[in-house]
């Protein structure tokens, strides 16, 4: 089995870059002592089973979305839960919930819309209150 060389290269950059900088403190060399044990300490059947290929679905962002029943037409951030309704129709799955931000409580809310047949994919399109903040496109794996 081929041992994963990662750990070993980051020691040598992180010792190379600090002897380049010619500090001889006493908290570099602990920093340097501490970071050497941690990396030192990963066990390599971890690091021998992490993934190394993209998964089977890639996702996708977007700054716009031709909906599926309406692909005249173009849904993009920044349009309100009403425009997007109105060109995209009602959503096949939502989901909202409640997030803090700033001593506050926003209204999230997921509008899923999925598209079947030669080739299936689902669109999430993310809202912020009432404004359409992000639309991510997941292939559907066969």
């Not at 870059?17 to 066990?43: C, E, K």
């Not at 009602?90 to 809310?109: F, M, N, P, T, V």
């Not at 509008?111 to 209150?129: A, I, M, N």
Request: glycine letters at 6%; aromatic letters at 10%; a neutral charge.
């Amino acid at each position: 089995m081929a041992r994963d060389s990662q750990p070993d290269d980051l020691m040598r950059f992180v010792l190379a870059f600090f002897l380049a900088l010619g500090s001889t403190s006493r908290h570099v060399t602990i920093s340097i002592l501490v970071l050497v044990a941690a990396v030192s300490i990963i066990p390599q059947a971890v690091l021998a089973n992490r993934p190394r290929f993209l998964p089977a679905a890639e996702i996708t962002g977007f700054s716009a979305w031709r909906p599926y029943n309406n692909p005249n037409q173009l849904v993009s951030v920044g349009m309100n839960k009403g425009e997007v309704l109105a060109i995209a129709g009602k959503a096949d799955h939502e989901e909202s919930y409640y997030q803090g931000s700033g001593g506050r409580l926003l209204r999230i809310s997921d509008w899923y819309y999925v598209r079947s047949g030669h080739d299936p994919e689902t669109t999430l399109l993310k809202f912020v209150q009432e404004s359409l903040v992000s639309i991510t496109t997941t292939p559907v794996p066969r």
